[in-house]
Structure formats: C-alpha cells, structure tokens
C-alpha cells in the first residue's frame, strides 16, 4: 500500500522558516517526480513545486519563487521543503504527491497524494 505522509507543519512568525517532510512507501521511488501543493478551504489546490525524478530539475510556482526549494533523499524515501521568508498568505495545508510524469504541475498529474500538514503564517 502506497503512503505519503507529510510533517513539520505548524505555526510560525511571518518571515520565519519551515521545513516540511515527506516520507514515501513507494517502490522505485527514485522513479517518480516528487511534488507539492497547497490548499487553502474553499479553494482549489495549488502547485507550489515539484522536482524531477530523472535530473533533479525543479520549478516552482511564481508565488513561492525565490523563498521555497525543494529537495529528495533518495535512499531515504523522502521528499523536503524548505520555507523561508514565510508570509500570512503561504497559511494552507500543505500536500506532497508523487507522478511518473516529469515537471508536472497539475494535481490531476499526480496519482499518489499525503493526507496533508498544516502550516500558519501568523502576521
């Protein structure tokens, strides 16, 4: 059975850091672009980033550009995101996903989903 869960949400300061972790029960998982979104009630998802399984390469949505990055340990399963400069508006729940596709950026792309951390950005 596939698992993705998610951790190291929380409640932070605005312009503090975050890190979240992802640990997947994925064979393979090497094989797989490894991504993550947000959502916010009422709202749709939305792509905050993903990296490549085949090169490492990354993309990141505009609203995080700059401040959010992305990486895998391989051996380990696992998936990061590292936060900085965080603002009120990065306040969502946020979801790692896996794809067998590569710089893929809809949810609709990604067939395995983790139930979600939660992260607060107090002003």
């Known amino acids: 059975q596939v698992q993705l869960v998610e951790s190291g949400g929380g409640l932070v300061q605005a312009g503090g850091s975050l890190r979240l972790s992802c640990a997947a029960s994925?064979?393979?998982?090497?094989?797989?672009?490894m991504g993550w979104f947000r959502q916010v009630p009422g709202k749709e998802r939305e792509f905050v980033g993903t990296m490549t399984w085949r090169d490492g390469s990354t993309y990141y949505g505009d609203s995080v550009k700059g401040r959010f990055t992305i990486s895998r340990d391989n051996a380990k399963n696992m998936v990061f995101l590292q936060m900085n400069s965080l603002k009120p508006e990065d306040t969502a729940g946020y979801y790692c996903?896996?794809?067998?596709?590569?710089?893929?950026?809809?949810?609709?792309?990604?067939?395995?989903w983790g139930q979600g951390t939660q992260v607060t950005v107090s002003s």
């Open positions: 994925l064979l393979a998982f090497s094989r797989y672009t």
């Open positions: 996903a896996a794809s067998i596709g590569e710089l893929v950026t809809a949810p609709r792309q990604y067939g395995y």
